[in-house]
C-alpha cells in the first residue's frame, strides 16, 4: 500500500481525495421500506478508538457517511462522506488513525491531522476491499474482499505524511 504524495502533498497515488467542507452538508440518504427482505437502517459500524476518546459509526440509511465523535465533549469530530458505501472501518492499536474501505482497491486513512487515500498495489485489479483488521502492533493491516486477503503495511512516501498522520496520541511500547 502506498500513497503517493511526490507531485502534490496531500494527493494520493490514486488521483483520490478528501475535499473539505463547511457544514451544513447535503448528505445522500437511502429511503428504507421496512416490507422488503433486509431493509439497510440502523448502525452498521461502530469503532472505538484505542483511547476510548473517539467513536467512528455509520447508519445504514446512509452507508456512504462515517461519523467521528468525540467521546470526551460529545460533539462531531469528523464527518467523512465516501463515494462508495462504506464497508468496514478500523482504529489502530496504538495511534488515533483510523483505516476505512468501501468495496474498492483503495483503503482510506484518517486522522486529527489529515487523511490519505492509498491504492492497493495488487496484481489482482478486481480486488473489493470488504473488511479491514490491523495487526496488533499496528504495523500491518489485513484486508479482505469476498474470497481472498491480502496483508497490507502502509508505507507513506514521504516521512512528514506519515508523521503528520500518526504523531500524536501513540501508546509508548514496552521495552
Request: hydrophobic residues 40%; charged residues 20%; negative net charge.
Amino acid at each position: 500500500m502506498e500513497a503517493n504524495n511526490k507531485a502534490e502533498p496531500g494527493i494520493p497515488q490514486c488521483g483520490s481525495r478528501y475535499n473539505l467542507q463547511e457544514f451544513p452538508v447535503k448528505i445522500k440518504t437511502i429511503v428504507n421500506e421496512p416490507d422488503k427482505a433486509n431493509p439497510s437502517f440502523g448502525v452498521s459500524i461502530v469503532a472505538w478508538s484505542f483511547d476510548s476518546k473517539l467513536l467512528a459509526t455509520c447508519e445504514g440509511s446512509m452507508p456512504n457517511c462515517l461519523w467521528i465523535w468525540d467521546m470526551e465533549t460529545m460533539e462531531l469530530e469528523s464527518l467523512l462522506i465516501q463515494y462508495n458505501s462504506i464497508k468496514s472501518a478500523a482504529w489502530s492499536p496504538n495511534s488515533l488513525l483510523l483505516a476505512l474501505c468501501t468495496g474498492t482497491g483503495q483503503v482510506f486513512f484518517w486522522s486529527k491531522q489529515g487523511a490519505l487515500v492509498c491504492t492497493l498495489s495488487l496484481e489482482a485489479k478486481d480486488f473489493s476491499t470488504q473488511k479491514l483488521q490491523w495487526a496488533p502492533n499496528g504495523k500491518s493491516l489485513v484486508i479482505v474482499d469476498r474470497a481472498r486477503l491480502t496483508v497490507g503495511y502502509p508505507e507513506f512516501a514521504d516521512q512528514e505524511s506519515a508523521s503528520a498522520l500518526m504523531h500524536e496520541d501513540k501508546l509508548e511500547e514496552d521495552n
